[in-house]
């Protein structure tokens, strides 16, 4: 820490301008560019709190003091100029990084919650959840100013949800908390115990998540709004698969490799988000061979024109008939936009693809999926040809082994 590289630093050293007394006091330094990490909890050197404030896990910078829970880099002047530079950024670019949705939200950066009262998440459900709001702050968005008692006392905040996202380009498993049933308590007596409603909330949520034979063998945890008097129910979502994604493009070679990615036993659901400005051509998303460059495969891509389409061949020879798919119409979806795709398919064939979290098309495939495609996928077709080269960004691939509604997707896209 001598060289000033934490930001716990500040004020502990020697001031740097010239002074009659000796020895120097203690004083802010005037060189805050040095200061390029934040500090957190504890010995931040070798801990998970390191630099806190310059990471875009709002978790972390959450703290307990009291009955007070408050964002600490909001006192931290240094931690407002670095997210001000980092969203300014994405924004330029018009990247789209689901980690940093509740960090460049002044809503959910400075109040904890979102405009609409509803929780802020990382990356829509990614993750994390943000476990109730913050109720002081610095004062910027006309919250109590609890600096004066800012002080050791505090502890972190406790973690709602942490999600284990693999590397990029790598294959693993991945875990999503999606709201998936929201109530309106007002008008619930808590079992005939009081006529004007209201009375029970927190109880009958609790009790609808764990009690109730029609949501306990999937919800994993609920929240109740005692303002809006909501009751939001969240399941467990296991990704068999995902990987970050990457660029994909021009030739085969530059296409995303997705290592053990095994294709999926029905039923499963397949979802990405997708970005190119190619509207010709076929685009595999995702695509498995048999590896010896016969005719059976299983594809999920953009069509010509920017549709979606989802195919699968049994076979391995060019047999008529053996190639069967599912097509939409009236999409473009290469506009060189991000878009949320799907493909979900059942045990019985039926398939139904997404876009934007909107049914786009359904239909039929054969009832029994290819057999003996190799355990890895490419952004480009790899059976009787090498072609159909994705060409452009490819984001969040993940695979479920369940078949997804529109309203599970949207908790993961």
Not at 110 to 121: A, F, K, L
Not at 209 to 214: E, G, I, M, Q
Not at 356 to 384: I, K, Q, T, W, Y
Request: charged content about 15%; proline content about 6%; overall charge negative.
């Amino acid at each position: 820490d001598v060289d000033a590289s934490f930001g716990q630093c500040t004020g502990s050293a020697p001031a740097s301008y010239l002074d009659s007394a000796e020895p120097l006091r203690p004083g802010s330094w005037s060189t805050p560019a040095f200061i390029h990490k934040s500090g957190g909890w504890g010995n931040t050197n070798n801990n998970v709190y390191s630099n806190v404030c310059f990471s875009q896990n709002v978790t972390r910078q959450r703290y307990v003091i009291g009955d007070s829970v408050i964002n600490v880099c909001h006192f931290n002047p240094i931690a407002s100029w670095w997210r001000d530079v980092l969203c300014q950024a994405i924004n330029i670019l018009g990247a789209k990084l689901y980690d940093t949705e509740s960090f460049c939200s002044d809503d959910c950066y400075y109040h904890g919650r979102n405009s609409d009262g509803s929780p802020c998440e990382g990356g829509r459900g990614h993750a994390f959840v943000l476990d109730g709001p913050l109720n002081g702050t610095t004062g910027r968005r006309d919250l109590p100013n609890l600096l004066p008692i800012l002080q050791l006392a505090g502890e972190p905040a406790p973690e709602y949800l942490v999600h284990p996202i693999p590397s990029a380009r790598t294959g693993g498993t991945a875990v999503t908390l999606a709201r998936y049933q929201s109530f309106n308590t007002t008008d619930w007596n808590c079992g005939g115990r009081c006529k004007e409603g209201g009375c029970c909330g927190v109880k009958d949520c609790k009790h609808l998540c764990f009690d109730d034979v029609r949501y306990k063998q999937t919800c994993h945890s609920q929240e109740f709004d005692p303002f809006t008097m909501t009751c939001d129910l969240y399941r467990q979502l296991n990704a068999t698969y995902y990987s970050e994604g990457g660029h994909s493009g021009p030739s085969l070679s530059d296409s995303i490799p997705f290592l053990n990615a095994a294709f999926p036993k029905a039923p499963f659901t397949i979802a990405a988000n997708i970005r190119s400005g190619e509207p010709s051509g076929c685009q595999d998303i995702i695509a498995w061979g048999d590896g010896q460059g016969s005719w059976m495969s299983a594809e999920f891509r953009l069509s010509e024109g920017g549709g979606l389409l989802y195919g699968e061949s049994q076979s391995s020879g060019a047999v008529v008939g053996a190639w069967k798919e599912v097509v939409s119409s009236g999409l473009a979806l290469a506009d060189g936009g991000w878009h949320s795709v799907a493909v979900v398919r059942l045990a019985d064939g039926k398939v139904t693809l997404y876009a934007d979290g909107a049914v786009a098309a359904s239909g039929v495939v054969n009832v029994e999926p290819p057999v003996g495609l190799v355990p890895m996928a490419r952004s480009a077709r790899v059976a009787h040809t090498q072609d159909c080269v994705f060409l452009g960004d490819i984001s969040d691939l993940q695979m479920y082994g369940i078949p997804f509604d529109q309203t599970l997707l949207a908790a993961i896209l």
